[in-house]
């Protein structure tokens, strides 16, 4: 174990204490400057000095490694640092020596470049020397490097720029999102009203005169209008429910669903339906938006059902830790290929033919942009023949 010398206890004559060495004037500056330097090297930043008579620069031995030279490798002057500035700088440069000859102070920031050719941003702090008269004589300098500040500077602005141009599109989006939706709900079920509307008088004044085949062509045509106007009023739901944040409010899910319910009573009537609704919270959500949802998911209970077997659904819900909404809507239909449980949610994707089951393959879509605005999640679980489950989650918000 080693020993270290301890401090005796024990008075010691005056004598045998060691004096402290005499410092030459030479000696205490060569002191001060080594302990500058230190203090320079540590805070990252270097000095100069520059005296009026004329127009050599001092530099400090930090300011040549600084700019990547040996101490005293080369002479510096107002012209070699003028020659090394950004030329877009000098400006600033001229201004800082103008101001520093007639007395003041000086603080700049600007560009130079180093003996590799690298630029590198300069914040320079400059305080006047004054003789015992107090006649300005000189200047003291610091220099900093902050090269990397400016490029976080930088890097901020342009994230700022592409946010605006963003904002931009985003704008623009909204406006041609709101036209569509004017030009879809008028312009365009306008004619496709007056298409059935024609098509319907036809078979009911004209029949007579008409073939059967002639009458198919017209009931196929008017089922085609109505497909497009279904399609129409999904693609009008689905550009209304924007990825901008939703305004939300406190719905009671209970009432939500009962108020489904009541829009599909027929076909709930018509096909003996079984829709059990367990209890349900009151949730801050968008009420236009979650009713949509919730429409959707039992419209397609209600279509996908087995032909032997009524339909049955069932709406569930559960907290999560943490802290997370989790509503569940199950059936047991006719079910998917678990291969498609991300598909189904992509716009116009469908799994069957509109000769099998009439949609416009827009519903889920809604559902995930829906969640997607809630900052949730919207899963579907699948398999052939016995049913689907889709899991909606997302944040609560109080």
Same mark, same amino acid.
């Given at each position: 174990?080693?020993?270290?010398?301890?401090?005796?206890?024990?008075?010691?004559?005056?004598?045998?204490?060691?004096?402290?060495?005499?410092?030459?004037?030479?000696?205490?500056?060569?002191?001060?400057?080594?302990?500058?330097?230190?203090?320079?090297?540590?805070?990252?930043?270097?000095?100069?000095?520059?005296?009026?008579?004329?127009?050599?620069? /001092?530099?400090?031995?930090?300011?040549?490694?600084?700019?990547?030279?040996?101490?005293?490798?080369?002479?510096?002057?107002?012209?070699?640092?003028?020659?090394?500035?950004?030329?877009?700088?000098?400006?600033?440069?001229?201004?800082?020596?103008?101001?520093?000859?007639?007395?003041?102070?000086?603080?700049?920031?600007?560009?130079?470049?180093? /003996?590799?050719?690298?630029?590198?941003?300069?914040?320079? %702090?400059?305080?006047? @020397?004054? %003789?015992?008269?107090?006649?300005?004589?000189?200047?003291?300098?610091?220099?900093?490097?902050?090269?990397?500040?400016?490029?976080?500077?930088?890097?901020?602005?342009?994230?700022?720029?592409?946010?605006?141009?963003?904002?931009?599109?985003?704008?623009?989006?909204?406006?041609?999102?709101?036209?569509?939706?004017?030009?879809?709900?008028?312009?365009?079920?306008?004619?496709?009203?007056?298409?059935?509307?024609?098509?319907?008088?036809?078979?009911?004044?004209?029949?007579?005169?008409?073939?059967?085949?002639?009458?198919?062509?017209?009931?196929?045509?008017?089922?085609?209008?109505?497909?497009?106007?279904?399609?129409?009023?999904?693609?009008?739901?689905?550009?209304?429910? %924007?990825?901008?944040?939703?305004?939300?409010?406190?719905?009671?899910?209970?009432?939500?669903?009962?108020?489904?319910?009541?829009?599909?009573?027929?076909?709930?009537?018509?096909?003996?339906?079984?829709?059990?609704?367990?209890?349900?919270?009151?949730?801050?959500?968008?009420?236009?938006?979650?009713?949509?949802? @919730?429409?959707?998911?039992?419209?397609?209970?209600?279509?996908?059902? /087995?032909?032997?077997?009524?339909?049955?659904?069932?709406?569930?819900?559960?907290? %999560?830790?943490?802290?997370?909404?989790?509503?569940?809507?199950?059936? /047991?239909?006719?079910?998917?290929?678990?291969?498609?449980?991300?598909? @189904?949610?992509?716009?116009?994707?469908?799994?069957?033919?509109?000769?099998?089951?009439?949609?416009?393959?827009?519903?889920?879509?809604?559902?995930?942009?829906?969640?997607?605005?809630?900052?949730?999640?919207?899963?579907?679980?699948?398999?052939?023949?016995?049913?689907?489950?889709?899991?909606?989650?997302?944040?609560?918000?109080?």
């Amino acid at each position: 174990m080693p020993v270290f010398p301890q401090k005796s206890t024990a008075s010691a004559d005056q004598s045998t204490v060691p004096a402290e060495p005499e410092l030459t004037l030479r000696e205490k500056l060569l002191l001060r400057e080594a302990q500058l330097s230190q203090a320079q090297r540590m805070a990252g930043m270097a000095s100069w000095e520059w005296y009026f008579g004329g127009t050599e620069i /001092r530099w400090s031995p930090e300011m040549y490694r600084f700019w990547g030279y040996q101490p005293d490798e080369v002479s510096v002057d107002l012209d070699s640092v003028a020659k090394s500035t950004h030329v877009d700088d000098l400006p600033i440069l001229e201004t800082a020596v103008s101001r520093l000859l007639q007395g003041d102070d000086v603080e700049m920031e600007y560009r130079r470049y180093d /003996r590799l050719g690298r630029e590198i941003y300069i914040y320079t %702090n400059g305080q006047i @020397i004054r %003789n015992e008269a107090g006649e300005a004589i000189g200047v003291f300098g610091i220099d900093m490097d902050i090269t990397r500040r400016k490029q976080q500077e930088q890097h901020l602005l342009d994230l700022n720029r592409q946010l605006e141009e963003k904002n931009q599109k985003l704008e623009q989006l909204v406006a041609e999102s709101s036209a569509f939706t004017y030009i879809a709900s008028h312009d365009l079920q306008e004619p496709l009203r007056k298409i059935k509307s024609f098509n319907q008088l036809i078979l009911e004044k004209e029949a007579d005169r008409l073939s059967e085949q002639g009458k198919e062509f017209f009931r196929r045509s008017n089922a085609a209008a109505v497909r497009m106007q279904q399609l129409i009023r999904d693609l009008v739901t689905y550009s209304q429910i %924007n990825s901008t944040e939703p305004e939300t409010e406190p719905v009671d899910l209970n009432e939500l669903a009962d108020q489904v319910c009541q829009d599909h009573y027929d076909v709930i009537t018509a096909r003996r339906a079984e829709i059990n609704v367990e209890p349900l919270p009151v949730v801050q959500v968008a009420r236009f938006a979650f009713r949509q949802l @919730i429409d959707n998911l039992i419209s397609n209970a209600l279509k996908y059902c /087995r032909p032997d077997c009524p339909p049955h659904i069932t709406i569930s819900y559960q907290r %999560n830790v943490p802290e997370q909404h989790q509503l569940t809507i199950a059936d /047991r239909g006719i079910g998917f290929e678990p291969v498609y449980s991300e598909r @189904i949610f992509k716009l116009f994707q469908r799994l069957h033919s509109h000769h099998q089951y009439i949609g416009t393959g827009i519903g889920l879509a809604i559902c995930n942009r829906v969640m997607q605005n809630l900052g949730g999640t919207i899963e579907a679980v699948g398999k052939p023949g016995e049913g689907a489950t889709f899991i909606m989650r997302w944040p609560v918000i109080e």
